[in-house]
T-cell receptor, first 110, second 112 residues
Framework: GQQVMQIPQYQHVQEGEDFTTYCNSS?????IQWYKQRPGGHPVFLIQ?????EVKKQKRLTFQFGEAKKNSSLHITATQTTDVGTYFC??????????FGTGTRLTIIP | EAQVTQNPRYLITVTGKKLTVTCSQNMNHEYMSWYRQDPGLGLRQIYY???????DKGDVPEGYKVSRKEKRNFPLILESPSPNQTSLYFC???????????FGQGTRLTVV
């Protein structure tokens, strides 16, 4: 079936360290989206990547879409306590269905 | 304000007692869907609807029903809830094309 694997499941970092989460699919994606869910909250859209090899930045966040459009990553530079939460990728396989990864829960050690 | 509204936010019920979780969006979105979120399993799609009177099963539809009589509303119905349906539920909407999904605040359901 159309699944997207996301790793790691958990990540604990010291404040100021970097953080990366990865999503991988065995089939080519139409596009991929990233969402952030704060503790006790709901997923909130961060960004969408569409083009092969695309790289987008939002302040300390860098999003990449692989050349083959089968994988993506979210990298946070110099984490802050406000970055705490669970990060999900949402994959579009070209059929209007949005399939989510299992999420990476980021905790920050002050 | 553009939003997706779910009710109730919290619900404790007993096995077998029918319940409905409502979802309403004010953005005129065609596409609506329901997800359940469980630890370690992420967000799994239950049902989705691409427009009024058009619904289809997601990845985990067993034990759930939906309807889409109006564009703005997409209720989730549990005819006979069981404890394995204890979960956090999210409704989401978006335009028909590949655009961002807007999520409701979530409904935490406990079935005892």
């Amino acid at each position: 079936g159309q699944q997207v694997m996301q790793i790691p499941q958990y990540q604990h970092v010291q404040e100021g360290e970097d953080f990366t989460t990865y999503c991988n699919s065995s089939t080519t994606l139409s596009n991929i989206q990233w969402y952030k869910q704060r503790p006790g909250g709901h997923p909130v859209f961060l960004i969408q990547l569409v083009k092969s090899g695309e790289v987008k930045k939002q302040k300390r966040l860098t999003f990449q879409f692989g050349e083959a459009k089968k994988n993506s990553s979210l990298h946070i530079t110099a984490t802050q306590t406000t970055d705490v939460g669970t990060y999900f990728c949402g994959a579009n396989f070209g059929n209007e269905k949005l399939t989510f990864g299992t999420g990476t829960r980021l905790t920050i050690i002050p | 304000e553009a939003q997706v509204t779910q009710n109730p936010r919290y619900l404790i019920t007993v096995t077998g007692k029918k319940l409905t979780v409502t979802c309403s969006q004010n953005m005129n979105h065609e596409y609506m869907s329901w997800y359940r979120q469980d630890p370690g399993l992420g967000l799994r799609q239950i049902y989705y609807s691409m427009n009024v009177e058009v619904t289809d099963k997601g990845d985990v539809p067993e034990g759930y029903k939906v309807s889409r009589k109006e564009k703005r509303n997409f209720p989730l119905i549990l005819e006979s809830p069981s404890p394995n349906q204890t979960s956090l539920y999210f409704c989401a909407s978006r335009t028909y094309t590949d655009t961002e999904a807007f999520f409701g605040q979530g409904t935490r359901l406990t079935v005892v």
